[in-house]
């Protein structure tokens, strides 16, 4: 599965607009594009996935780009309450496949 | 409330020891997972079940076994426990393998082996 790589931290303010991306080189056809939040001392929640162009849904939007080597999470008017860590994560798209491999993540620290 | 239930949540080893992570889903999901997260760092998958009564090694298997008891539940055992796998455990399902289902994860056991 291919390797992704995201900024190790990032700052806002509340209010902002929050873009968060992921390169992922070697994606293969098949692949999806899946992000996740996770709070301290919680287990990751999905929050959005996506194959390519653009997928929006009530928390967040992902825009994916033709060539997909990469993708950008859109976190519109953040608040306090979304400091967290958020992983890119790239799933195999048949349904025998079983890994995905989170990397180390970007944690989010949105400020007064 | 549904969801991916993990006990016990707190757990101290003596290196040696062992013991054995449990894990149960009411989801009726096909596909189970075992993460390791040391601090600060991602997640890192130890093994997984793609449906029961089938077993895969992740990313780090080594000092681990598993087992898919049914299609709810999916146990870690750690034979003898070593500091290294001093870590927080996080046990995740999904309705399938493929990219059209989120995982749900479990809030996670934290163990210390000293």
Known sequence: LAKTTQPISMDSYEGQEVNITCSHNNIATNDYITWYQQFPSQGPRFIIQGYKTKVTNEVASLFIPADRKSSTLSLPRVSLSDTAVYYCLVVRGNTNAGKSTFGDGTTLTVKP | NAGVTQTPKFQVLK????????????????????????????????????????????????????????????????????????????????????PLYGYTFGSGTRLTVV
């Open chain 2, 15 to 98: 290196t040696g020891q062992s013991m054995t992570l449990q894990c149960a889903q009411d989801m009726n999901h096909n596909s189970m997972y075992w993460y390791r997260q040391d601090p600060g760092m991602g997640l890192r998958l130890i093994y997984y079940s793609a449906s029961e009564g089938t077993t895969d090694k992740g990313e780090v298997p080594n000092g681990y076994n598993v087992s898919r008891l049914n299609k709810r539940e999916f146990s870690l055992r750690l034979e003898s426990a070593a500091p290294s796998q001093t870590s927080v455990y996080f046990c995740a399902s999904k309705l399938n393998t493929g």
